[in-house]
């Protein structure tokens, strides 16, 4: 199958494929998603199978406005219009539980509940639009591998796969949305995976307490997100998490061994270490909103650098904030591993 890139003047042309069941990769604020009809099983089958994605991991429901979802939801909660009108367009996807067979169960991986999500970015919500129903969006890469923040990268992963992609440059988050289930019995609404949208910020809006799923506190819970349970995230290239204060011993440890090394950081880090490695990714300034926009970046381009690196050292950040998405996916690229002296 050829793939086709589409422009922003070509939004039509990609909406009428999506109509007809193809396979359409599209950006996003957070990064590209592939998109097929969510009302169309067979299209949605291609989706896991193009990526390769494991079938118990349902898939996200993007609309292009917050009315879409009454057709698969009964009576939104004053909560969950709250957080809509607040965050929506934007990187908050919600969990509801939907009226029964609203949706093929193969977006929903069986569940009585379904994820949906209003993402910001002008060329999405036409294309959404104009393909006149909503589309499912996993990250349009192979599964298991750094998710996609540019056509290119798409490009690299599905070529030949899918029908097209739509071209809408670099993505501005880098890290995939917050998830956020609100169909929890108790009513309290439960973090399923970090993302641009912080804890502290829903509390605030909400003025009630928001939980973390237990696998985000405690090693060796089960996610309640089918997919949280799998590898991600990970180059081929082994990945090793570092702290501040050990890049000079975990460098000399590197030279040592005669590790190649390629480095991911801001610039300060990056500055410090230069001349001792092979390869650097910079991060565009110091800040963990830096990080998450260039870390899939950095990780393919290292993963894929001609100077072919034993290992990819990489700068931790506080758990806080979007520095709290950029360490969830960071881990898992790292297998949980960080460099620690004397080992
Ligand atoms: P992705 O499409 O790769 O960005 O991932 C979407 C995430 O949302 C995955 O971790 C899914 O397991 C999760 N998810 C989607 N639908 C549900 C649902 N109904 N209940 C819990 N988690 C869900
Ligand atoms: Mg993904």
Do not use: C
């Not at 909660?77 to 969990?95: C, E």
């Amino acid at each position: 199958m050829e793939t086709k890139l589409f422009d922003q003047d070509h939004i039509a042309e990609a909406a009428a494929v999506l109509a007809k069941g193809g396979l359409v990769a599209f950006p996003t604020e957070t990064v590209y998603g592939l998109g097929a009809s969510a009302l169309l099983p067979d299209a949605v089958a291609q989706v896991y199978q193009v990526k390769g994605r494991p079938s118990d991991n349902p898939l996200i429901v993007h609309v292009a406005a917050a009315e879409q979802v009454a057709a698969f939801v009964d009576n939104l909660s004053p909560m969950a219009k709250q957080l809509m009108d607040t965050f929506w367009p934007g990187p908050l996807t919600l969990i509801f539980k939907i009226k029964p067979d609203s949706l093929p169960s193969i977006v929903t991986g069986g569940l009585t509940t379904a994820a949906f999500r209003m993402p910001d970015h002008p060329q999405t919500l036409a294309l959404i639009s104009q393909a006149q129903q909503p589309l499912v969006g996993p990250s349009a890469n192979t599964s298991g591998k750094p998710s996609p923040t540019s056509a290119a990268h798409v490009w690299h992963d599905l070529h030949g796969k899918i029908a097209g992609i739509l071209d809408g440059g670099a993505t501005r988050i880098g890290v995939e949305s917050t998830v956020l289930d609100l169909s929890d019995p108790s009513g309290t609404p439960i973090i399923l995976r970090p993302g641009a949208i912080a804890k502290e910020q829903l509390e605030t809006v909400l003025e009630t307490e928001v939980l973390l799923d237990k696998h985000l506190v405690s090693a060796g819970e089960v996610p309640k997100a089918p997919g949280m349970k799998y590898k991600h995230y990970a180059p081929n290239t082994k990945v090793m998490m570092v702290h501040d204060t050990d890049w000079p011993a975990a460098i000399n440890w590197a030279q040592a061994n005669h590790f190649k090394v390629g480095v991911l950081a801001g610039p300060t880090i990056a500055e410090a270490v230069r001349k001792e490695t092979a390869a650097i990714y910079q991060y565009f300034d110091d800040s963990p909103e830096a990080a998450a926009r260039g870390l899939f970046a950095g990780l393919r381009a290292l993963d894929e650098s001609t100077a072919a690196l034993d290992l990819l050292l990489a700068a931790t950040f506080t758990e806080a904030g979007i520095g709290a998405a950029y360490m969830n996916r960071l881990k898992k690229a790292a297998n949980h591993e960080y460099f620690q002296e004397n080992k």
